[in-house]
């Protein structure tokens, strides 16, 4: 198969889409710049003044350990259920992958696909090879995705940033986009025990120019935790990490169970063909 990525050095210079030749463990453009594909599994594509970014390996492996233990399985299955649609030989771009669990899951549901990942995270695209040796992972922004014009079958961009302009240029017309979301009620009795005022997740207006809503998946599910561990991880893999005060940490690292919903949205776009 055809590479489909561009050098990033080409496009910051003068724009132009520059596609990359894999020669060994390098991958060369037209023009002779380089870049290496780490022996951990990835090609690093970031601009070399863009420093260290993503999640650090401490949250990575947090969420990584969260993961394995299935409480998100009901999701990433429905995720597989609705790609199974999409014809063999695939090229499918998951943008913001972390550290793979979802996107190694698309790779094996049809092992005909090829399925890149992306994120600002090296640690987490480090794990996301550990996951699956077969993806070809890219460390890049969503908001200046290394891949050429029309040349994916379909993006994924699960609770990762929006990059709308960028998935429309790197889909083909027709081409497939599946965002993941958060529900209204997704996590509610984690933000029970966090806050004293625990508010829904405001609606998701699903409307995105350039594209058409085929179909709104919803998946609703409750779980309960009973590992102080595996409680501690689902806190820290979210943005409340962030925001909840001293007091509510305390409750959270207090309790011995937690039974909280997990409430999904999987839309499922096309592009349209005119743009």
């Given at each position: 198969?055809?590479e489909?990525?561009?050098?990033?050095?080409?496009?910051?210079?003068?724009?132009?889409?520059?596609?990359?030749?894999?020669?060994?463990?390098?991958?060369?453009?037209?023009?002779?710049?380089?870049?290496?594909?780490?022996?951990?599994g990835?090609?690093?594509?970031?601009?070399?003044?863009?420093?260290?970014?993503?999640?650090?390996?401490?949250?990575?492996?947090?969420?990584?350990?969260?993961?394995?233990?299935?409480?998100?399985?009901?999701?990433?299955?429905?995720?597989?259920?609705?790609?199974?649609s999409?014809?063999?030989?695939?090229?499918?771009?998951?943008?913001?992958?972390?550290?793979?669990?979802?996107?190694?899951?698309?790779?094996?549901?049809?092992?005909?696909?090829?399925?890149?990942?992306?994120?600002?995270?090296?640690?987490?695209?480090?794990?996301?090879?550990?996951?699956?040796?077969?993806?070809?992972?890219?460390?890049?922004?969503?908001?200046?995705?290394?891949?050429d014009?029309?040349?994916?079958?379909?993006?994924?961009?699960?609770?990762?940033?929006?990059?709308?302009?960028?998935?429309?240029?790197?889909?083909?017309?027709?081409?497939?986009?599946?965002?993941?979301?958060?529900?209204?009620?997704?996590?509610?009795?984690?933000?029970?025990?966090?806050?004293?005022?625990?508010?829904?997740?405001?609606?998701?207006?699903?409307?995105?120019e350039?594209?058409?809503?085929?179909?709104?998946?919803?998946?609703?599910?409750?779980?309960?935790?009973?590992?102080?561990?595996?409680?501690?991880?689902?806190?820290?893999?979210?943005?409340?990490?962030?925001?909840?005060?001293?007091?509510g940490?305390?409750?959270?690292?207090?309790?011995?169970?937690?039974?909280?919903?997990?409430?999904?949205?999987?839309?499922?776009?096309?592009?349209?063909?005119?743009?």
């Amino acid at each position: 198969m055809n590479e489909i990525c561009i050098c990033p050095v080409c496009v910051r210079r003068s724009g132009k889409r520059a596609r990359l030749c894999r020669t060994d463990k390098r991958y060369v453009c037209p023009d002779g710049h380089s870049f290496d594909r780490s022996a951990k599994g990835y090609l690093n594509l970031l601009p070399p003044s863009a420093g260290a970014h993503g999640d650090n390996r401490d949250m990575v492996r947090s969420r990584r350990d969260l993961l394995d233990s299935g409480i998100y399985a009901p999701f990433r299955q429905a995720l597989a259920d609705l790609l199974s649609s999409l014809p063999d030989n695939a090229v499918l771009w998951d943008s913001g992958c972390g550290e793979g669990y979802y996107t190694a899951a698309v790779a094996q549901c049809n092992r005909s696909f090829t399925v890149y990942g992306s994120d600002l995270s090296v640690a987490a695209l480090v794990e996301a090879y550990k996951r699956d040796a077969s993806l070809r992972l890219i460390a890049a922004s969503s908001y200046a995705l290394p891949a050429d014009d029309a040349s994916c079958d379909g993006v994924l961009c699960l609770f990762a940033p929006e990059a709308r302009d960028e998935f429309l240029r790197i889909l083909k017309p027709g081409g497939t986009l599946i965002l993941g979301i958060p529900g209204k009620r997704h996590l509610f009795g984690l933000k029970k025990l966090l806050y004293d005022t625990p508010y829904e997740n405001a609606p998701h207006d699903p409307t995105m120019e350039g594209f058409t809503l085929v179909e709104n998946r919803e998946v609703y599910y409750s779980e309960t935790l009973t590992d102080r561990e595996q409680i501690k991880s689902l806190f820290e893999m979210t943005p409340y990490a962030y925001r909840t005060g001293k007091s509510g940490k305390d409750r959270l690292l207090a309790v011995n169970s937690l039974e909280t919903e997990l409430h999904f949205h999987l839309l499922h776009y096309q592009k349209n063909r005119n743009d």
